[in-house]
């Protein structure tokens, strides 16, 4: 049973380019959440997601950023216009209900480098 | 702020010794996780910890839940050079998201 899969696991983009991050939760689990790391610090939740639906996208810069979750394929979180403050560990997690009912499982996560 | 903020910043240990690491919240909370993140790497979960629970253990994890003082501490007994790495506090509200610390660095010297 693979765990949450993430790709690519590195990305370089130049600045005003789009960056796409994809995320395919562990089987059995509808619900995904994606965070951002900036280095020396943790985890800042930014959106999450059920199946076709967000469910909180509090965390999400109003501009640029954007994610989805469709009926079939992986999660999907999407960066337009890039800057180099976007330049980023993106993680993504999935559980089979709201909340970490037993702690999430994390992907390994997309470095994203902006240069 | 921070719902969940890690105390030490930086813990630095020799092998064998015990490694304590705090973490205080500050809303109610439904539960809370404990996770070891390696350099580079993504984040693995150790243990959840139940609002209704005072203790629970793991191996050589012991993490203990004070919901009056809102409060949490993660020992590691015997800490081995392999522990090193980052640990992370998460609480669980009803919104359904986990919120996270910035996390304490251990360092376990051989």
Same mark, same amino acid.
């Given at each position: 049973?693979?765990?949450?899969?993430?790709?690519?696991?590195?990305?370089?983009?130049?600045?005003? #380019?789009?960056?796409?991050?994809?995320?395919?939760?562990?089987?059995?689990?509808?619900?995904?959440?994606?965070?951002?790391?900036?280095?020396?610090?943790?985890?800042?939740?930014?959106?999450?997601? #059920?199946?076709?639906?967000?469910?909180?996208?509090?965390?999400?810069?109003? *501009?640029?950023?954007?994610?989805?979750?469709?009926? *079939?394929?992986?999660?999907?979180?999407?960066?337009?216009?890039?800057?180099?403050?976007?330049?980023?560990?993106?993680?993504?997690?999935?559980?089979?209900?709201?909340?970490?009912? *037993?702690?999430?499982?994390?992907?390994?996560?997309?470095?994203?480098?902006?240069? | 702020?921070?719902?969940?903020?890690?105390?030490?910043?930086?813990?630095?240990?020799?092998?064998?010794?015990?490694?304590?690491?705090?973490?205080?919240?500050? !809303?109610?909370?439904?539960?809370?996780?404990?996770?070891?993140?390696?350099?580079?790497?993504?984040?693995?979960?150790?243990?959840?910890?139940?609002?209704?629970?005072?203790?629970?253990?793991?191996?050589?994890?012991?993490?203990?839940?004070?919901?009056?003082?809102?409060?949490?501490?993660?020992?590691?007994?015997?800490?081995?050079?392999?522990?090193?790495?980052?640990?992370?506090?998460?609480?669980?509200?009803?919104?359904?998201?986990? !919120?996270?610390?910035?996390?304490? !660095?251990?360092?376990?010297?051989?």
């Amino acid at each position: 049973n693979a765990g949450v899969m993430q790709n690519p696991r590195h990305l370089v983009r130049r600045r005003g #380019q789009e960056a796409r991050l994809r995320c395919s939760p562990m089987k059995g689990h509808s619900h995904v959440y994606w965070y951002r790391q900036l280095p020396e610090e943790g985890l800042k939740f930014m959106v999450y997601l #059920q199946k076709e639906n967000i469910i909180d996208e509090s965390g999400m810069p109003k *501009e640029r950023f954007s994610a989805e979750f469709p009926k *079939e394929g992986p999660s999907i979180l999407r960066i337009q216009q890039v800057v180099r403050g976007d330049s980023a560990a993106y993680f993504c997690a999935s559980s089979p209900g709201q909340g970490a009912l *037993e702690g999430y499982t994390f992907g390994s996560g997309t470095r994203l480098t902006v240069v | 702020s921070q719902q969940g903020e890690e105390d030490p910043q930086a813990l630095s240990i020799q092998e064998g010794e015990n490694a304590t690491m705090n973490c205080s919240y500050k !809303t109610s909370i439904n539960n809370l996780q404990w996770y070891r993140q390696n350099s580079g790497r993504g984040l693995v979960h150790l243990i959840l910890i139940r609002s209704n629970e005072r203790e629970k253990h793991s191996g050589r994890l012991r993490v203990t839940l004070d919901t009056s003082k809102k409060s949490s501490s993660l020992l590691i007994t015997a800490s081995r050079a392999a522990d090193t790495a980052s640990y992370f506090c998460a609480t669980d509200t009803n919104a359904g998201k986990s !919120t996270f610390g910035d996390g304490t !660095t251990l360092t376990v010297k051989p």
